[in-house]
């Protein structure tokens, strides 16, 4: 396992990588302005206009180091992929339970309860910091009666219905985890193709980094990202590496945002409006969001199944191997990561 | 019972598989760690380019990285180093560590010789494992016990592989904590998840 966690996000325009001996060089306009040893990296990801020499490419499938390449504003364009590793078996796996439904909305039912649970520990958070407020109590109570109801086995569409449901209970009281008052950071609802206000953007951006690292912790353990149990098959959706971060998603991705926001890190002015109402993040923003992204990957936790400390950004990868020995037979049903 | 060219094992399956039947699965079934694997690999096998193939000291003849195959046994490998004497055959494997607790080097030593013979047709009463720590030289007699647990292994072996199935962890302190595989194979009884989550979701006041 990758204990290093260290990706490199290439953020500047026109920069050029590529591999000196056995390491990283980025050069911008020909100087070269960082070195880092291959051997500490588990991952790149390029934004934008940013190249990379083929023997880089090569030297980093040998590493296993996972290389993405985003549009300037995080969209997924390609990635770097070596031979296709892990055990066919444990794909073969991965596919049979998914066309058993009995046994996929088992997996999509504990999923959810990590995601639902996790999203009620952050409006707990909020309640137990900012004394009691309505709108809060009120999600608060509406997730622990959808985490009751999943108590029970149901099909895989109706534990859909009571994912939106819960989504929506938590998102309508996600203004009041807003606490600076700036009209630029109200929000009014997730919306995503593209996002029309800085706090959409924000979530945005950081989910697309949750998605790339639970991407290639689901390929490190040889599982097919793209087969989920949660999410239907859809051609080009990773599918299953959506699965895996809707546990992370209020904890990794919610929390850090509104941190930024809170702390005004983030200001109203670090914002591009286009045209057609699309919000984007200036470059500024997005390399505070990305560094700060970057250093609570690095914080310890105790994980609560393996009850081992780790650090966050191992998350991801432990909780596919956890999926993994589920679907190959080592444990009884899927513990998914749950915030305490 | 003939193997196929398809179905043979490499030797250094064997001693995973007797090391720890688990360990041997998470490398050859999950395929786990391929790359470090080979790296290592590729190193040792680097060290051996350095040799000359062979050479003759004191009217013994040494042979080194020596191909093996047994079709009874269904295994493929390379011995370290293959000693010919006027009178015998004898095997040596270099380790660079010390002797382990577990019979898997005298096992993959033995299944060594039992190519050896297959490939010579002649009889291989002895070799020896070379140990780096202490710098010495472990003799081992290819008894009929021995060959029959490295039959039994082998077979094991090949029966494993061909059900696809990793077997469940037994924990072992020592044995787990020497394992490079110890956070993938996370081999200590976990409580059951129903339990966990039950725990896990308890209703408390914020």
Known sequence: MKKHLNTLYVTTQKAYLHKEGQSVVVNVEQESKLRVPIHTLDGIVCFGVVSMSPFLMHHCAENNVAVSFLSEYGKFLARIQGPVSGNVLLRREQY???????????????ILLGKIANARAVLRRALRDHGEQPALKTAENRLSQYLRRLQQPMPIEELRGNEGEAAASYFAAFPQLITVKDAAFSFRGRNRRPPTDPVN?????????????????????GLDP???????????????????????????A??????????????????????????????????????????????????????????????????????????????????????? | ??????????????????????????????????????????RAQHDRVDRPEHETRDGIRYEYAVLLRSLRLGLIGKADVVEFHDDKVFPVE??????????????QLCAQALCLEEILGVKIPDGAVFYGQPRRRQAVAFTPQLRSETEQATAALHEMLRSGKTPPAEYDKKKCNACSLLETCMPKKRRAVSDYLQEALREKAP
């Open chain 1, 96 to 110: 049979r339970v998914a066309d058993r439904s009995a046994a996929a909305s088992a997996i999509a039912r504990n």
């Open chain 1, 201 to 221: 953007a924000m979530l945005s951006f950081a989910y697309t980094l949750l998605v790339h690292d639970c991407r290639s912790a689901l390929e490190g353990v």
């Open chain 1, 226 to 252: 793209c087969v989920g149990y949660l999410h239907a098959d859809r051609p080009g959706r990773p599918s299953l590496a959506l699965d895996l971060m809707e546990e992370f998603r209020a904890l990794l």
């Open chain 1, 254 to 340: 919610d929390r850090l945002v509104l941190s930024l926001i809170n702390r005004r890190q983030i200001q109203p002015g670090d914002f591009n409006d286009s045209a057609g109402g699309a919000v984007s993040m200036t470059d500024a923003a997005r390399k505070t969001l990305l560094a700060a992204w970057q250093k609570r990957k690095q914080e310890e936790i105790i994980h609560p199944y393996l009850e081992e400390k780790c650090k966050i950004g191992l998350l991801p990868h432990l909780q596919a191997q956890l999926l993994a020995r589920h679907l190959r037979g080592d444990l009884d049903a899927y513990p998914p990561f749950i915030w305490k």
């Open chain 2, 1 to 42: 019972m003939s193997f196929s060219d398809s179905d043979l094992l490499p030797l250094s399956a064997l001693q995973h598989y007797i090391y720890c039947p688990r360990q041997c699965a998470l490398i050859h079934l999950e395929q786990q760690w391929t790359e470090n694997r080979f790296t290592a690999e590729g």
């Open chain 2, 94 to 107: 270099h380790k660079r560590g010390r002797p382990k607790p577990t019979h898997c080097d005298l096992v």
